[in-house]
C-alpha cells in the first residue's frame, strides 16, 4: 500500500476522512486524515496508529503524547482517544485488530 492509494481511499471514503484499504479476517489497514478536528469516538477492536506526515498531540485517557512521522502508537479497545494540534498534513496508518472488545 502506498500514500497515494491510501489519500485515494480517503477520498472515495463516505466521510472523506478515513479510507479502508484492506481487510482480512479480524484485521483492517485504514489510512486517517483528519481535518480540522479528531471527533472519533472509543473502537470496539486494538487498534495501532502509525503517523505516516505531519505532527501533532495524541491525547490516550489521561495521557498526552506529542507525535510525527514515523511514530507508532496502541490503543486498547475502548479506550478514549484522538488527534490535537495537528498540522494540516497530518496522517496515520491505522490497523484494527483482534476481537470486539479487545485481546485479553
Same mark, same amino acid.
Given at each position: 500500500?502506498? #500514500?497515494?492509494?491510501? /489519500?485515494? $481511499?480517503?477520498?472515495?471514503?463516505?466521510? *472523506? /476522512?478515513? *479510507?479502508?484499504? /484492506?481487510?482480512? *479476517?479480524?484485521? @483492517? !489497514?485504514?489510512?486517517?486524515? #483528519?481535518? =480540522?478536528?479528531?471527533? @472519533?469516538? #472509543?473502537?470496539?477492536?486494538?487498534?495501532?496508529?502509525?503517523? @505516516?506526515? =505531519?505532527?501533532?498531540?495524541? !491525547?490516550r485517557g489521561d495521557e498526552k503524547i506529542r507525535v510525527t512521522s514515523?511514530?507508532?502508537?496502541?490503543? $486498547? $479497545? =475502548?479506550?478514549?482517544?484522538?488527534?490535537?494540534?495537528?498540522?494540516?498534513?497530518?496522517? $496515520?496508518w491505522v490497523v484494527f485488530y483482534g476481537p470486539e472488545g479487545g485481546?485479553?
Amino acid at each position: 500500500m502506498t #500514500p497515494e492509494k491510501a /489519500l485515494q $481511499a480517503v477520498r472515495d471514503s463516505d466521510d *472523506g /476522512l478515513y *479510507g479502508v484499504l /484492506l481487510e482480512h *479476517g479480524t484485521m @483492517q !489497514l485504514g489510512y486517517y486524515r #483528519p481535518i =480540522g478536528t479528531d471527533d @472519533q469516538k #472509543p473502537h470496539t477492536q486494538d487498534e495501532i496508529y502509525v503517523v @505516516q506526515s =505531519g505532527h501533532g498531540v495524541f !491525547l490516550r485517557g489521561d495521557e498526552k503524547i506529542r507525535v510525527t512521522s514515523g511514530d507508532a502508537l496502541f490503543v $486498547a $479497545a =475502548g479506550i478514549e482517544h484522538r488527534f490535537v494540534d495537528f498540522s494540516e498534513d497530518f496522517a $496515520a496508518w491505522v490497523v484494527f485488530y483482534g476481537p470486539e472488545g479487545g485481546e485479553s
